[in-house]
């Protein structure tokens, strides 16, 4: 299950370090707000962990906004991900309830 607030709320956090005219202070806080937080999502070995650490390194425009565009991909395709697994168990669902009602169709034609 995806956790959407609280890829909301590290995304808001960037603009918050913008606004902040890139505060170091701020920017730390997000930063490693954001790197815990995939890591502990995606693990220490997914590639948008190392790349999120390599990209956002400074309190800066480009660097924060990079960060941003990482964290809205891997909100996107984890919102895929979950998505495909949803329709994957309901179609698993449908299968089991259809083998159910084929069963039963057997079962009252043996009596």
């Known amino acids: ?36 937080w995939l890591t502990d999502l995606l693990g220490s070995d997914h590639p948008y962990t190392p790349s999120f650490q390599e990209y956002v390194q400074q309190a800066e425009a480009l660097s924060v906004r990079a960060g941003e565009g990482l964290l809205i991909a891997v909100r996107e395709q984890t919102a895929t991900e979950e998505s495909n697994l949803t329709k ?10 259809h083998e159910s009602q084929r069963l039963a169709v057997l079962e009252d034609c043996r009596i």
């Open 1 to 36: 299950m995806i956790h959407r607030p609280q890829f909301d709320d590290l995304i808001k956090a960037a603009w918050a370090v913008i606004e902040s005219d890139f505060d170091p202070t701020e920017f730390v806080k997000w930063r490693k707000q954001a790197v815990l």
């Open 88 to 97: 994957a168990s309901d179609r698993e669902q449908g299968l089991h309830f």
